[in-house]
């Protein structure tokens, strides 16, 4: 499977994502701060009350990183967790959960005809928008699933605004990231596109613009600490009340 400029054609990252999930909770656990990260993302929605009577969507759930981020913050909410490798739901799902969270395998775009629906409280998209075909249409999708006044959290990389961003995700994609895959599972498709379609995602202050015309209000954004300052970020933004 060749990866061109900006990675894989966006069809085929799912499959990508089947090849890659055995080995995928090994390979973000020695990232330091990934996991660590989201929870401060999912903190960063502002969800009340650790989420009593809330539901939440993790769209984009993977193999349920992201889900417990949530959790975390909001033990206390239905959280439905939906992504369309099904190798990565199976690595979630043999996890421990409680009854509050269900799995849904379903392509992002296709959710409704999955049997998921809104409104929700809040949305957590971690490492999503980047892999879509259609991101517009997805973040008015999104929108429109939200109660109004929720907030949708986008947790993703960024590098276009920062050149040194830049050439330190180049350093750990070469370095680490790829290398690494490779080891795990004898194919680095998976952690080429990565490297790619980060290089080739919007900029910050862009992505801020393509959630405003989304129609998302308070659109704002913040940053990780330690050594993704500046290429991981949260992007917030609320549904109109």
């Known amino acids: 499977m060749s990866v061109g400029s900006t990675g894989l054609p966006r069809r085929d990252v799912p499959a990508a994502f089947d090849v890659g999930a055995p080995a995928y909770d090994r390979l973000v656990g020695a990232s330091p701060g990934y996991h660590a990260h989201l929870r401060l993302s999912a903190r960063r929605m502002r969800l009340p009350a650790r989420g009593q009577g809330l ?69 957590l998209a971690a490492y999503l928008i980047r892999n879509l075909s259609d991101p517009d249409t997805q973040l008015r999708a999104f929108r429109g699933m939200l109660r109004p006044g929720a907030t949708l959290a986008v947790h993703d990389y960024s590098v276009g605004d920062s050149r ?15 290398p690494s895959g490779w080891r795990q599972t004898g194919d680095a498709t998976l952690y080429r596109h990565l490297w790619r379609s980060v290089l080739t995602f919007d900029g910050v202050r862009q992505f801020r613009h393509r959630m405003r015309d989304a129609g998302f209000a308070a659109v704002y954004s913040e940053t990780m600490p330690g050594w993704e300052t500046n290429i991981a970020h949260t992007f917030l933004g609320d549904a109109p009340r």
């Open 55 to 123: 539901r939440l969507l993790d769209a984009g759930c993977g193999t349920g990183a992201s889900t417990a981020a949530l959790l975390r913050v909001a033990p206390q909410a239905e959280i439905i967790a939906v992504d369309a490798s099904r190798g990565m739901l199976d690595e979630a799902r043999a996890k421990q959960w409680p009854p509050s969270v269900q799995f849904v395998h379903s392509p992002i775009e296709a959710l409704a005809e999955n049997g998921v629906t809104g409104p929700f409280d809040g949305i």
């Open 164 to 178: 040194a961003a830049r050439w330190v995700w180049h350093a750990v994609c070469w370095g680490i990231i790829i």
